[in-house]
T-cell receptor, first 113, second 113 residues
């Protein structure tokens, strides 16, 4: 079974703090994704990576950056957290095939005070 | 552009009722279509998929048929259970090397005993 783990289930940070969200997968997938999930908006893609050290912006990259130094690990960074970044963050992985699924982690619920 | 539209919730049903959650899409080319389910407090998991026109995906009593002529992928179940209470997301993958998904906004299903 594919396993995708995220570093925290719940996180509370203060405005202006630097926040790291980590995602680790054990399936040797090429592609990794970060989404945020908000009520009424569904899932929106923040960033994705299709190889080590490679990254591309998704639909809502502003205020975020990412890092992928190893194939199995993909980090989402909030350089200076703001209250409008309070959300559920979901990591996913996939093997780059149109017909195949993405596999999701359990999510991190981030609250920025 | 590519997009997914699904019916807004919440959908509230009694146990053993028939379920339909509508999903329509706009896409260039020949996307794959997916239904994901998110149980309370968890990440998303694949429920079913269809990769070409007229394919029927099925799992756990749920079904959806890929209808190219109506650009639809409606989710159905003949008899819902309380344990089916969750948020359901319709999604498409239009291809390319990165296996990106586009999600609908999600539909909350609440099944009452």
């Amino acid at each position: 079974d594919v396993k995708v783990t995220q570093s925290s289930r719940y996180l509370v940070k203060r405005t202006g703090e630097k926040v790291f969200l980590e995602c680790v997968q054990d399936m040797d997938h090429e592609n990794m994704f970060w989404y945020r999930q908000d009520p009424g908006l569904g899932l929106r893609l923040i960033y994705f990576s299709y190889d080590v050290k490679m990254k591309e912006k998704g639909d809502i990259p502003e205020g975020y950056s990412v890092s992928r130094e190893k194939k199995e690990r993909f980090s989402l960074i909030l350089e200076s957290a703001s209250t409008n970044q309070t959300s559920m963050y979901l990591c996913a992985t996939g093997n780059g095939v149109r017909t195949d699924t993405q596999y999701f982690g359990p999510g991190t619920r981030l609250t920025v005070l | 552009g590519n997009s997914v539209t699904q019916m807004e919730g919440p959908v509230t049903l009694s146990e053993e009722a028939f379920l339909t959650i509508n999903c329509t899409y706009t896409a260039t080319g020949y996307p794959s279509l997916f239904w994901y389910v998110q149980y309370p407090g968890e990440g998303l998991q694949l429920l079913l998929k269809a990769t070409k026109a007229d394919d029927k995906g099925s799992n756990k009593g749920f079904e959806a048929t890929y209808r190219k002529e109506t650009t639809s992928f409606h989710l159905e179940k003949g008899s819902v259970q309380v344990s089916d209470s969750a948020v359901y997301f319709c999604a498409l993958n239009y291809g390319g090397a990165t296996n990106k998904l586009i999600f609908g906004t999600g539909t909350l299903l609440a099944v009452q005993p």
